[in-house]
Structure formats: C-alpha cells, structure tokens
C-alpha cells in the first residue's frame, strides 16, 4: 500500500465562493500511481469546506442560497464576543459542511458520479489564499 500526497493553494474570494476541484484531484491521482484506493481532500482552517455537487452554475448557486437560508449571516452570534470579527456565520458553515471528502480510486480513476464534482466552498468573509492538501492511499 502506498501514500500520496500534495499540498495546494487557491485564491478565494470568500463569501461563499464554491470552486470546482475535480481536475487538480484527478491530476493528483493520476501522479500517485495508484490503481486501487481512496482519494481524500482536506481544507484545513474552520471557514472552509469540502464537498461534492454538481458543478453547473444552477445548483451552485442553490447551495450558497442554501447555506445562506440555514445559516444566515446577520444573526447575533456570539464569536465576536471573543475575537471583534464578522465570520461566526462562516466558522459554522464550514462545521456544518465538514473539512474533506474521500472519493474512492477504481482502475485509477476517481469514482465520482456523472455529475459530481469536488468543490471547496470559502465561507469567510474576505479574500484569501486557502490550503487544501490532496492524499491518495491504495495499491
């Protein structure tokens, strides 16, 4: 069993910006050699979040609208109690949503369905570059 992984960067714009990472995980998974096995991606930070969907600019825009109806941004959250800043609506989209995905690896290939993509949504409230990493474990 062999372990692959890389460590990436993407420029955000936060605001719930949801941004497609299907190629870069299929590239990654295509350099690790790995036939057989599981495909993790990770965003570390508590703003952040990893998921699938379908990447087509309609049902993109219903799970920001979603996010924004089940975890609205203008409530009085208690986080700026302790740290002066806007994003509590952020750091609890981002538990809500999770940090990472694994995706299984068949015949080296990612095993997404039709229409599904990987996508990292950035809840914060301001422009950043995020860190996501990439691990390929398998045969």
Known sequence: MS????????????????LNLTKEVEQAVSRSKVRS???????PGSTAGVTTVEFAKGAVQDLKDT????????LPYKHPI?????NAHA?????????SVSIPIIDGKLKLGTWQQVVLLDFDTHPRTRTYIITIVGD
């Open 3 to 18: 372990v692959y992984s890389e460590t990436k960067e993407i420029k955000t714009k936060g605001n719930n910006e949801c």
């Open 67 to 74: 996010f924004d109806r089940l975890i609205p941004k203008d």
């Open 37 to 43: 096995g599981i495909a993790t991606v990770f965003v």
């Open 82 to 86: 302790d740290w002066g800043d806007d």
């Open 91 to 99: 750091h609890l989209r981002a538990a809500f949503l999770g940090p």
